[in-house]
């Protein structure tokens, strides 16, 4: 799924909760998750302001199903880049933060919706278990590529890898990968830039890049 903004919408009888998500995610690209009210999601969708409280008790949990749904297109993107770690684990973990960049990319609003909307995951069950299962994704890349250590002794905790991968690559999208506007300049490609920083940090650990 990529979001773009400007995508035409309407609201038909039966798919308001659909309606209210595509027009917050326009008002979320053009004002960023904390800029707009409850009243001008409804206005965008073309409801009255009391129609969204037929599916939604406040803004916030119109954006907690935002982010859920962001959460899932991002995993299914994860999953599909990681390839079960073929044809080598480095290879994919690469090909899998490249992915993640794309996402950060290709859908600003979802990203933000997911990352900056300042939501407590522990108040939202929902939104948890779906940032969990994209992340374990990343977990289970990180434990195949630290099973490729040549000395078990010189095996990193997974855990610990896959924390800095996501640093790495979060910290690359934020600054360098955005879709919306904000992103940095920089002298080189977001996935040049890190290609080289996940092969810096797999050769720091000993760990197989070829």
Request: glycine content about 8%; overall charge neutral.
């Amino acid at each position: 799924m990529r979001w773009h903004k400007g995508r035409r919408r309407g609201y038909h009888h039966g798919n308001l909760r659909q309606a209210l998500i595509e027009a917050a995610l326009d008002l979320i690209a053009d004002k960023g998750p904390a800029g707009f009210t409850f009243a001008e999601a409804a206005r965008s969708a073309g409801v009255s302001p009391a129609a969204p409280y037929r599916h939604y008790r406040d803004r916030d949990e119109l954006l907690v199903e935002i982010a859920v749904q962001g959460f899932g297109v991002f995993r299914d993107a994860l999953a599909k880049a990681w390839y079960d770690g073929r044809p080598a684990p480095h290879d994919a973990l690469i090909r899998m933060g490249k992915a993640y960049l794309r996402f950060a990319k290709d859908n600003p609003a979802f990203y933000a919706a997911m990352f900056e909307a300042g939501l407590p995951t522990g108040d939202y069950p929902e939104m948890k278990k779906a940032a969990d299962s994209a992340f374990d994704v990343l977990r289970e890349a990180a434990e195949t590529v630290a099973g490729t250590a040549q000395d078990e002794k010189d095996r990193p905790p997974s855990l610990m890898l896959a924390l800095h991968i996501w640093a790495l690559a979060h910290g690359v999208a934020s600054l360098f990968s955005r879709g919306d506007g904000t992103a940095r300049a920089l002298p080189m490609e977001p996935d040049d830039l890190l290609e080289a920083a996940i092969l810096v940090y797999l050769r720091g650990l000993n760990l197989p890049t070829l």
